[in-house]
């Protein structure tokens, strides 16, 4: 799967929420996504999907650790496993140990539907 491929699933998956692609060249680190929840409140939401030569292995560069420190309230992290295709969400909050530990982190949620429902409540 490409991150393409899970952004897809994902606005088809949160209808609910209104998506803003953030297509952003001048300052690196920032999100993929910039969600806006029923209840009004706004979220960013970083896009990755692991290698099939190390599965477990999120990649993140400085740029995007730094975002999330930065900002870790209302930052997410959605993950799709390049071995079994399961979708996770991380909280930004956790974003070094996401760094560390990979997917053997315990997530926010697990499965595209529960991460839809999760974000659908923010």
Not at 57 to 85: E, G, M, T
Request: aromatic fraction near 10%; include cysteine.
């Amino acid at each position: 799967m490409l991150e393409r491929e899970l952004w897809k699933k994902l606005k088809n998956e949160c209808k609910r929420i209104t998506w803003t692609r953030l297509e952003n060249w001048a300052l690196f680190g920032t999100p993929d996504l910039l969600g806006y929840s029923p209840s009004g409140n706004f979220f960013t939401l970083e896009l990755k999907v692991t290698s099939p030569k190390n599965p477990y292995l999120v990649r993140l560069s400085p740029h995007q650790i730094s975002f999330h420190i930065k900002h870790p309230r209302n930052s997410y992290v959605l993950v799709a496993c390049a071995l079994d295709q399961v979708v996770r969400l991380y909280p930004g909050s956790g974003i070094l140990e996401l760094v560390d530990l990979g997917l053997k982190l315990e997530p926010l949620a697990c499965g595209l539907s529960s991460c839809s429902r999760l974000l659908e409540g923010l």
